[in-house]
């Protein structure tokens, strides 16, 4: 696998929308966590709320633009929200933070996340959950571990199969 492989291809506005986080409410919880809701914060707050699949500091700058500020200024400002709890990094995969908003939920984001071994792609298994007793002591830990599965993405899955089926006739043809 080659490091461009692991690129996350990221359309501009074909995220499927979870949630949309309106601009009040962003400035809203970036203040309650005691920032000032400067525009960038805003913008990279919004965009890790409404995206359903973790990203990178490269996915933020792609899908933001680098018209109005420039990708240290996105960085910095992701770092912010993780340093106050309003994002974290849910993966690590191949060496690259992927980044989530946290949510108003329980601050617990304990949804496994996929990462593909040929494509690379990481993504959310929101329905995927962690079950089971777990004693009391083991909370804390929990909300702050992450759950990490690996194997082929569905689109890489199709394609080799379409590979094997067009190999498998090739193989007849020869015969025949
Ligand atoms: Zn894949
Ligand atoms: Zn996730």
């Known amino acids: 696998m080659n490091g461009s492989s692991l690129h996350l291809q990221v359309d501009k506005g074909t995220f499927p929308v979870v949630a949309e986080l309106s601009r009040d409410d962003a400035k ?10 400067t525009a960038p914060r805003v913008a990279v707050l919004r965009l890790l709320a409404s ?13 933001i633009g680098c018209t109005d500020w420039d990708q240290a200024t996105l960085y910095r400002n992701l770092l912010k929200l993780v340093e ?11 060496g690259v933070s992927r980044y989530e908003a946290r949510g108003d939920d329980d601050g617990a984001h304990l949804h496994p996340h996929f990462s ?3 494509c690379g792609c990481v993504e959310c298994l929101p329905d995927a959950k962690l079950t ?14 992450e759950l990490q599965l690996i ?3 569905p689109g890489c899955l199709a394609t080799q199969k379409s590979k ?13």
């Open 132 to 145: 089971g007793p777990v004693h009391r002591r083991w909370n804390r830990s929990l909300e702050t571990s």
């Open 28 to 37: 809203e919880q970036i203040r309650a966590a005691g920032l000032r809701a």
């Open 84 to 94: 106050v709890n309003l994002a974290r990094v849910v993966s690590k995969v191949g």
């Open 151 to 153: 194997g082929d993405c």
């Open 116 to 118: 593909c071994r040929t």
């Open 164 to 176: 094997q089926a067009s190999g498998a006739r090739k193989r007849t043809k020869r015969r025949s």
């Open 51 to 63: 995206t359903d699949r973790p990203l990178s500091h490269t996915d933020v700058v792609e899908a």
